[in-house]
């Protein structure tokens, strides 16, 4: 086998040991190849890719525009093989010095690998999101009440997106989101297509006035798709964006909301759920534990660009 085949090899056995949820680990696809050696004498790699999301495109509304992504294949090595790939990382990084606020450098590596984990906050690195999943559970019976749920519709698209810009709003404060100029028109076509598409959007309703939002989808894990990198094979539900008015927080209304959502996945018989959450959000970080979502994956940032250290 190549350097990278036994690294992979020895990465997906790791994985295997930190977590069962974890996926093979996926060797990087594209990029400029950036390796390391260690003291006991082995070595490290992985692959850098640059993105630069134009303007008026979605991604910007999670993402820096100008993003530098590292994929590493670290083997079994640990805190001193992350350790040792990042060092690489910012010494190529510093060639590059971008001090953009618009840009990014970026890392995906699985939450349960604490070792790892002291070597990322070392070098600067912000956990800013989590994709977060929950295996399939049965769901709470909502409670009878002033508080409704129903399926969204197209008529109510204004609601939807005045809600989805409030949860915005909220996540630009406490992690990677932010507030693009065209963010409501991005928002308003991601909703309308989803909702053609008759993708599970829930609306909680007070009296028949909408006071929060759950935005939901499909996404299907399996050889060749690119959640495949991510998470076990087999079709998951996707919580995109759950969001309660301002005044009508912790009342319960997310709470109903997710019944029904979770309800309709276990109807669909999904392998689990999954969504991305801040874990600096006070209100989400504990929401979503409640629900029964757990970190799988932790997204390492640090803006801008040259600030890796
Ligand atoms: C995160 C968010 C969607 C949660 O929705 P919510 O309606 O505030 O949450 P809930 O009220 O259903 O649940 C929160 C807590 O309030 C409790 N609660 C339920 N009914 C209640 C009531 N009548 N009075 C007081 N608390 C109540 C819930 O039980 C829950 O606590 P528990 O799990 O310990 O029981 C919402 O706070 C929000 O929109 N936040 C800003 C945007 C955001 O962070 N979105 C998520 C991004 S990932």
Known sequence: MTLVGDLLAAQTAHFAGLDPLLP????????DAVSAALPDGGRVAGMVEFTEYP??????????ARVWELVPVLGASGRAGMDALLRAWQH??????????????????PSRDVAATRALLDHGLVPLSVLAVR????????????????????????AAVELSMLELAYSA???????????????????????????????AEHDGVPVGLAECGWTDSGPRTAAAARLPHGRWGYVNCVSVLPGARGSGVGQLLMAAA?????????????????????????????????????MWEIRPAGALR
């Open 24 to 31: 093979p680990a996926a060797g990087p696809v594209r990029g």
């Open 55 to 64: 303007p008026g495109s979605a991604n910007r509304l999670w993402s820096a």
């Open 92 to 109: 190529r990084m510093a060639g590059q010095a971008d001090f953009d606020p618009d840009s990014a450098c970026v890392l995906n590596w």
């Open 135 to 158: 295996e399939r559970l049965g769901s709470t019976a909502p409670s009878p009440g002033p508080l409704t749920v129903r399926r969204a519709r197209l008529a109510d698209l204004d």
């Open 173 to 203: 404060l406490v992690g990677s989101a932010v507030i693009r100029p065209d963010a409501a028109a991005l928002k308003r076509e991601a909703l309308a297509n989803r909702l053609r598409a008759g993708d599970p959007v829930w609306l």
């Open 262 to 298: 979770h309800a309709e996945f276990a109807t669909a018989g999904v392998a689990g759920s999954y969504l991305y959450f801040n874990p600096p959000n006070p209100l989400s970080s504990v929401f979503w534990a409640r629900q029964g979502y757990r970190p799988l994956w932790t």
